[in-house]
């Protein structure tokens, strides 16, 4: 019964035959733009050829890769003439390139990677000046044709994400001569309309298709630009001069879209999990200040209040026997210093004198110290313990 499975090699292998004998496949002539090129260190050539809606790969040997007299670089237009085949070891069909020659779009590439560079080496694409994308837009100006697809992903993602917005549709040429002039017109009216937020893009399609996109006039007046400014220009391989100026670049329209504006189920669901978290936290903070209050309910000191207060009542004892011990050694301090001083005024108080029997004279409230300073005539008061003498001088004699 096993024997009807097959193993992968063997119907990789049976596919490879099969497409190697069909005349159809044998010699093939293609036309396309040149992606993903790698020039490996053996010599091959691998590569992506693909149009607005498809892609295939391909790879040149190095024998064939040195007949030809040109470098291919990624977004070049060739014509390439080759085999099909399936690569068995991952089952994948490829066509193996004998010879390519350039499609007369070449030269697009070339100037594209010129203004490339002479943008960059201005700061065009530096990301300081990139201008960031509001969160929650309230009207968005979309810069592309008014017809396609790319104007109906667009509304409709953004309908389908955030109603609340408002889109703005400015209808633009997106291809052709004119495409480019037409884009900075409308850049510039877009200015005054109060948009918060720009989506400037178109559909896919091949280099020449998208070249407005790569004009110099084009960059210059998005990098002048006030609003922010996402760029959605053809598919996620595309590649346009406006991605790298624009402050954020989308692969596609759709995705465009979605970087403009939040998904509303996305914020409802944020909406509720922070409902969930605020709850919790609140349950935790009740959860908390219940466990502290459970722990002050059965503390000692609540349970025991006047012990708070027999304990300060003690301390104030305290204090209050150090005070009186202070007071008191300072007023027999006083009292000491006090005493001291009465016995030295005691020692020299006159009165003690006139008790010894002593006296005191004066003559007009002075006291005579000297016989020199009395004349006769002259009414002294004499001072004794118990009383005066007035007496006056009837004459006056020197002791010496």
Partial sequence: MNDKYLTVTQINRYIKYKIDNDENLRVVYLRGEISNFKNHTSGHFYFTLKDETSRISAVMFKREAQKINFTPTDGMNVL???????????????????????????????????????????????????????????????????TGAAIRDIITTINRRYRLA????????????????????????AEDLDLDVIILGRGGGSIEDLWAFNEE???????????????????????????????????????????????????????????????????????????????????????????????????????????????????????????????????????????RGYTITRFNGKVLNSVKNVKKEMILETSLENGKIISKVMEVKDGN
């Fill in 80 to 146: 390439v003439v080759g085999r099909i085949s399936c690569y068995e070891a991952n089952g994948n069909y490829q066509i193996y390139v004998e010879e390519m020659i350039e499609d007369g779009i070449g030269n697009l590439y070339v100037e594209f990677e010129k203004l490339k560079k002479k943008l960059g080496e201005k700061g065009y694409f530096d990301e300081k000046y990139k201008k960031p994308i509001p969160r929650f837009p309230k009207r968005i100006g979309v810069i592309t044709a008014s």
């Fill in 166 to 189: 408002e889109v703005i549709l400015i209808p633009t040429l997106v291809q052709g001569e004119k495409a480019g002039a037409d884009i900075v017109l409308n850049l510039q009216r």
């Fill in 217 to 355: 006039i084009v960059a210059e007046q998005i990098f002048k630009m006030k609003t922010p400014i996402i760029s959605a220009v053809g598919h996620e391989i595309d590649f346009t001069i406006s991605d790298f100026v624009s402050d954020l670049r989308a692969p596609t329209p759709t995705a465009a879209a979605e970087l403009a504006v939040p998904n509303t189920i996305d914020l409802i669901n944020n909406i509720k999990q922070l409902e969930i978290r605020l709850g919790r936290e609140v349950l935790n903070k009740l959860d908390l200040s219940k466990t502290k209050l459970k722990k002050l309910l059965n503390s000692y000191i609540f349970k025991n209040p006047e012990s708070m207060y027999e304990v300060k009542a003690q301390k104030l004892d305290t204090q209050i026997d150090k005070l009186s011990l202070i007071i008191n050694n300072l007023f027999e301090a006083k009292c000491f210093r006090f005493t001291s001083v009465l016995d030295k005024l005691e020692a020299l108080n006159p009165v003690k004198t006139l008790k």
